[in-house]
């Protein structure tokens, strides 16, 4: 070989070696979207830091597959169309598994159990059905199980069922008198509101809602259609984390008592 090939040849060597490294790297990394406003499933603190249950279940998930977690945010009803787009790899977001959403993903084993409440002033007496709710306001995630149920029992009866981007936006028209309620995870108003001043008037009317064509009875988390390696991953790391007893600790850590999907 000739004497002057050989930086040339280092230099490719070189080049080859970083190439190889960053595909390593990239290929080590899990990307999941999350909607950070839906306390304490996902939400951020005054540092600006996320933190809540799927937050801490998503790190161990990495760290028991020997993974690299990447967190990207997004509001909720945007969460399906960035996974299609390959803005990430998976959605882990307090995800319930319905029939609609398993057209276009596929879902891990199920992490944890679900409850659907209806929130409403004491004062209102109000019942989660459509005979309590006839000529009321209730306000719902966009792009939620909750949604979907809300307009398809409740709209058709004379309930106004009105979309919101964040929970957070749900909470205010309620406090300021323009809803009447709203359907959410039962562990979500319990710690992101009911525990709060603002919460002190209001309540989870009447009991849990219970529908198995609509809301799924656990939480899970959306892998992209075509990605076998990544659910199986998610998998095997769902199912290690059960065994050492990890998602029963978070579980009981954020929650307390009963717990949903959204």
């Known amino acids: 070989m000739k004497p002057q090939l050989l930086p040339m040849l280092g230099a490719a060597l070189a080049a080859a070696a970083s190439f190889a490294f960053a595909q390593s790297a990239q290929a080590e990394t899990l990307r999941f979207g999350t909607d950070p406003t839906y306390p304490p499933y996902e939400y951020k603190l005054p540092s600006g830091q996320l933190a809540g249950l799927d937050i801490e279940i998503g790190n161990a998930l990495c760290a028991a597959a020997h993974m690299k977690c990447e967190w990207v945010e997004g509001s909720f009803d945007g969460l399906i169309a960035g996974l299609q787009s390959r803005k990430f790899d998976a959605i882990n977001s307090s995800l319930a598994a ?38 009321k306001r209730i306000g719902v995630l966009q792009g939620s199980t909750q949604e979907a149920f809300a307009k398809r029992n409740w709209a058709t009866h004379g309930v106004t069922v009105i979309e919101y981007p964040d929970q957070n936006s749900v909470y205010a028209d309620l406090v300021n008198g323009r809803l009447d309620g709203t359907l959410l995870v039962g562990a979500a108003a319990k710690l992101g509101f009911l525990t709060k001043p603002e919460g002190n008037s209001f ?51 954020y929650l307390d008592a009963t717990t949903v999907a959204k």
């Open 203 to 253: 309540e989870l009317a009447g009991p849990q809602i219970v529908d198995p064509a609509m809301l799924s009875a656990s939480s899970v988390i959306g892998v992209r259609k075509n990605d076998p390696k990544t659910l199986q991953a998610l998998d095997a790391a769902i199912a290690q984390l059960k065994q050492d007893g990890t998602i029963g600790r978070l579980t009981h850590k």
């Open 98 to 135: 319905t029939a609609a959403r398993r057209a276009v993903m596929d879902f891990t084993t199920p992490i944890y159990p679900a409850d659907i409440r209806l929130l409403a002033p004491k004062a209102a007496h109000l019942l989660p059905n459509a005979a309590s709710l006839a000529g």
